[in-house]
């Protein structure tokens, strides 16, 4: 596949059918081949082993650079020792580009305005936007240069991109939405997510 998005360390949720119910579970890719994926196994989900043995049907949901890949496949090599294998059909690829891992982190957010510059605090973070929290009243798809400083002792991430103001949010918050961004600075946001992930996992 000619530039294949899918890439080792990425992560995976596989969804599968558990008796009357779906279940999802989060993997991570160990190694991406042609047309099949060793992912991790999560040693706390034992428990559903059973429901995917070789053969099974399942439903790969991929967190690529360029947003969800969801892919329909098969359990190739069932759980076991903390791996397995799904294989795939190369044909059945589709690509959700506006959707993104997101995950809470706060940092620093600057929005630059003729008024002068916002100093915001970020909520949470993602490929495709941000939640972050302010005292100042900004209008609703308003567009701003901003910079991100994702972590310290490195050069703030430029962003350009429009606030939105979503009625389930609380009165000090909105979102960012990314118009303008260096693919390289959003792969950068997207690898923070899944550190950030990786480590909240660690603690259950």
Excluded: W
Excluded at 122 to 135: A, E, K, P, Y
Excluded at 145 to 155: D, T, V
């Amino acid at each position: 596949m000619a530039n294949n998005p899918i890439k080792r360390g990425l992560k995976v949720q596989i969804e599968f059918e558990t008796g009357s119910r779906k279940s999802r579970i989060d993997c991570y890719i160990i190694n991406p081949d042609f047309d099949r994926l060793t992912l991790s196994f999560p040693e706390s989900k034992k428990e559903f082993i059973p429901y995917l043995i070789e053969g099974t049907e399942i439903k790969a949901f991929i967190y690529t650079f360029s947003g969800i890949m969801i892919i329909d496949s098969i359990v190739f090599d069932a759980p076991f020792d903390g791996k397995f294998v799904i294989e795939f059909n190369e044909d059945q690829q589709v690509i959700q580009r506006r959707k993104y891992l997101r995950q809470p982190y706060m940092t620093d957010l600057y929005l630059e305005s003729p008024d002068g510059n916002i100093r915001t605090m970020t909520i949470d973070i993602g490929g495709g936007g941000i939640r972050f929290s302010t005292d100042k009243v900004i209008s609703n798809m308003q567009e701003f240069k901003s910079q991100l400083r994702l972590n310290a002792y490195e050069p703030m991430i430029k962003i350009i991109g429009f606030v939105q103001k979503k009625h389930f949010y609380k009165d000090d918050e909105y979102l960012f939405e990314f118009t303008q961004i260096a693919e390289s600075d959003r792969n950068k946001i997207i690898q923070k997510c899944i550190q950030l992930e990786r480590e909240q996992n660690k603690k259950y």
